[in-house]
């Protein structure tokens, strides 16, 4: 059965670097074909991509949020790390990841609330 | 980017009624990599459909997806009282993947 589960700060100030952590189980980031992708939401508002990273380290990000933007995986430890730079209120959501199978983001994680307040 | 836009915003129907959700790409959906995901409040979004037609695993055949380059149909045959949630279309053929904005389907 595959599981993800995202953690990180509920609360970030303006201007300050977030890192969030995707721990997840039932799948190996060594296989072929896999990847995983990160996801947020507004609240209220719609779903928006940001960026994936596939078995083979190659990298995806949301051209609107490329420059503050960075993906990284921890194979042996069953990690995928998003860091988003210079946070703004706008920022203010649901941050989802999610297991990619090619490229079909299929099992979600329940997702971590973060609030930016200056 | 592929921009998704979804009609109409909001559904109103009763339960045991048909409903069709309408999903339009700006460009074609290579391969037809669409597919159709069920939000309710407070959770994460679930996947029902992928392929544009694939059900996932679980998926009750009261759904359906049909389609094929722009212009993609998610059906839910005889709505039933859990069905009531937000339905996002997306693509994952190119990068960037897209949403559309949803469609919420409420109780009538």
């Known amino acids: 059965q595959i599981t993800l589960k995202e953690s990180g700060p509920t609360l970030v100030k303006t201007t300050q670097t977030l890192t969030l952590n995707c721990t997840f189980s039932?799948?190996?980031?060594?296989?072929?074909?896999?990847?995983v992708g990160w996801i947020r939401q507004p609240p209220g508002k719609a779903l928006e991509w940001l960026a994936f990273?596939?078995?083979?380290?190659?990298?995806q990000y949301s051209p609107s949020l490329q420059s503050r933007l960075t993906i990284t995986k921890d194979s042996s430890k069953n990690q995928v790390v998003l860091t988003m730079t210079n946070m703004d209120p706008v920022d203010t959501g649901t941050y989802f990841c999610?297991?990619?199978?090619?490229?079909?983001?299929?099992?979600w994680g329940k997702g971590t609330t973060v609030t930016v307040s200056s | 980017e592929n921009v998704l836009t979804q009609s109409p915003g909001t559904l109103s129907l009763a339960p045991g009624a048909r409903a069709s959700l309408s999903c339009r790409a700006s460009?074609?959906?290579?391969?037809?990599?669409l597919a159709w995901y069920q939000q309710k409040p407070g959770q994460a979004p679930r996947l029902l459909i992928y392929?544009?037609?694939t059900r996932a695993t679980g998926v009750p055949d009261r759904f359906s997806g049909s389609g094929s380059g722009t212009d993609f149909t998610l059906t839910v045959s005889r709505l039933e009282p859990e069905d009531f949630a937000v339905y996002y279309c997306?693509?994952?053929?190119?990068?960037?993947?897209?949403f559309g904005q949803g469609t919420k389907v409420e109780i009538k």
């Open positions: 039932g799948f190996s980031l060594s296989t072929t074909a896999v990847g």
């Open positions: 392929h544009a037609s």
């Open positions: 997306s693509q994952y053929a190119t990068s960037p993947w897209t």
């Open positions: 999610a297991h990619g199978s090619g490229w079909l983001l299929d099992v």
């Open positions: 990273i596939y078995w083979d380290d190659d990298k």
């Open positions: 460009q074609s959906v290579g391969k037809n990599y």
